[in-house]
C-alpha cells in the first residue's frame, strides 16, 4: 500500500432503523439538524470525499450532495456488511485507498479518527484498523483498505456473517481510543437514546 494514498468517508444510513419506529436515523432532528449533518460536520475534515450508504428514501439525501450508494441486490438484507461491500466496491473501481467506514448515528465521532487509524494500520502493515474504546470494539468505526474486496465477498459468500466476525478474520489493527470521550461512540439507536444524548 502506497504512502499518502486517498481517504473516502462511507457513512453508513442503509438500515431499516427498527428500533428508531422505522424513522430514517440519519434525518432525525438533533439539536436543531438532521443527525446526520452533525456527523458530517466532524467527517469532513478528515476524508477527501464522503459517500452515503442508503437503500430508501435516496430523495431526502439528495439534498447533501453526497454520493449515495446502495447496497448491491446479491447483498441485500446482509446490513452493515452490505453497505460496506459497496462502498469497497466503489472504492476499488475508482478511488483505490482508504476507506473509513462510521454510522450514520454518532454525532460526537472523534475529528482525529481517521488519524490515528491510519496511523496504527500504517505501522502495523495491516489493511484494516478498528476502533475500541476501552471497554468493547465498534466494529462499525473502520479504516479498511479497498485490497481487502475480495476477502470481504469471500466472507460474504460463507454466509450472513457480522462485521465483527470479518475484522476478526482479516485480523484488523485494534486501536485504543479509551482516551476519547465517554459519547464519542455513542450511538442513537431509540427515542431514548435520543433523549439521552440530546440532553
Same mark, same amino acid.
Given at each position: 500500500?502506497?504512502?499518502?494514498?486517498?481517504?473516502?468517508?462511507?457513512?453508513?444510513?442503509?438500515?431499516?432503523?427498527?428500533?428508531?419506529?422505522?424513522?430514517?436515523? &440519519?434525518?432525525?432532528?438533533?439539536?436543531?439538524?438532521?443527525?446526520?449533518?452533525?456527523?458530517?460536520?466532524?467527517?469532513?475534515?478528515?476524508?477527501?470525499?464522503?459517500?452515503?450508504?442508503?437503500?430508501?428514501?435516496?430523495?431526502?439525501?439528495?439534498?447533501?450532495?453526497?454520493?449515495? !450508494?446502495?447496497?448491491?441486490?446479491?447483498?441485500?438484507?446482509?446490513?452493515?456488511?452490505?453497505?460496506?461491500?459497496?462502498?469497497?466496491?466503489?472504492?476499488?473501481?475508482?478511488?483505490?485507498?482508504?476507506?473509513?467506514?462510521?454510522?450514520?448515528?454518532?454525532?460526537?465521532?472523534?475529528?482525529?479518527?481517521?488519524?490515528?487509524?491510519? &496511523? &496504527?494500520?500504517?505501522?502495523?502493515?495491516?489493511?484494516?484498523?478498528?476502533?475500541?474504546?476501552?471497554?468493547?470494539?465498534?466494529?462499525?468505526?473502520?479504516? !479498511?483498505?479497498?485490497?481487502?474486496?475480495?476477502?470481504?465477498?469471500?466472507?460474504?459468500?460463507?454466509?450472513?456473517?457480522?462485521?465483527?466476525?470479518?475484522?476478526?478474520?482479516?485480523?484488523?489493527?485494534?486501536?485504543?481510543?479509551?482516551?476519547?470521550?465517554?459519547? &464519542?461512540?455513542?450511538?442513537?439507536?431509540?427515542?431514548?437514546? !435520543?433523549?439521552?444524548?440530546?440532553?
Amino acid at each position: 500500500m502506497a504512502e499518502r494514498e486517498s481517504v473516502r468517508g462511507l457513512v453508513l444510513a442503509g438500515g431499516e432503523s427498527r428500533r428508531m419506529r422505522q424513522a430514517d436515523k &440519519a434525518l432525525i432532528d438533533f439539536h436543531g439538524q438532521p443527525l446526520l449533518a452533525h456527523v458530517l460536520e466532524r467527517l469532513r475534515p478528515q476524508v477527501d470525499e464522503i459517500w452515503l450508504n442508503v437503500n430508501r428514501n435516496q430523495h431526502h439525501y439528495e439534498k447533501f450532495g453526497l454520493r449515495l !450508494l446502495s447496497d448491491h441486490a446479491e447483498q441485500a438484507g446482509r446490513g452493515p456488511l452490505a453497505g460496506i461491500h459497496a462502498g469497497l466496491s466503489c472504492s476499488a473501481a475508482q478511488h483505490p485507498g482508504w476507506l473509513l467506514v462510521c454510522p450514520c448515528d454518532s454525532p460526537f465521532l472523534p475529528g482525529n479518527l481517521s488519524q490515528r487509524l491510519q &496511523a &496504527a494500520a500504517t505501522e502495523s502493515e495491516r489493511p484494516a484498523a478498528v476502533v475500541h474504546d476501552g471497554h468493547r470494539l465498534h466494529p462499525v468505526f473502520c479504516l !479498511l483498505h479497498s485490497d481487502l474486496l475480495p476477502e470481504l465477498e469471500a466472507h460474504l459468500r460463507d454466509g450472513p456473517g457480522s462485521v465483527h466476525a470479518w475484522l476478526e478474520a482479516i485480523e484488523a489493527t485494534v486501536v485504543d481510543f479509551s482516551d476519547a470521550p465517554d459519547e &464519542a461512540f455513542a450511538n442513537i439507536n431509540t427515542p431514548e437514546d !435520543l433523549r439521552q444524548l440530546g440532553d
